[in-house]
């Protein structure tokens, strides 16, 4: 019969801790994914259409959601979320356009 050392059983447990956590924050941000409004034609506003507001969603999620667990836009103002995207646009690399379609999104067009 084989022997192990209990730094080997450690070794397992700790792999799989992170596995599962991995796993949780995929679930996490798959399930959030899923809750974000999806923009529809009669959400167009005079300041956005219905594709820029595609396009704001589709940034969002791929610009902020690699980094961060995505928060429903409702969660805050248009003018908090100027000011988190104005923070974070050096570090996201959005550039002014894609900062611009991401706030539509996110304000809802207003």
């Known amino acids: ?9 450690s070794h ?5 801790t992170i596995a599962l956590q991995g796993v949780f924050v995929l ?3 798959v399930s959030c994914t899923s809750a974000l409004y999806i923009p529809i034609a009669s959400q167009q506003t005079e300041s956005a259409s219905l594709s820029q507001l595609q396009e704001g969603r589709k940034l969002y999620v791929q610009k902020c959601g690699s980094c961060h667990a995505l928060v429903l836009p409702d969660k805050h103002t248009k003018h908090e979320w100027q000011h988190f995207l104005d923070e974070m646009q050096q570090k996201a690399s959005i550039d002014n356009l ?8 996110l304000s809802r067009g207003k």
């Not at 397992?12 to 799989?16: D, E, I, T």
């Not at 894609?98 to 999104?105: A, V």
């Open 1 to 9: 019969m084989k022997k192990y050392s209990s730094g080997y059983f």
């Open 12 to 16: 397992l447990c700790y792999k799989r």
């Open 27 to 29: 679930v996490l941000m």
């Open 98 to 105: 894609e900062k611009e379609q991401i706030l539509r999104y």
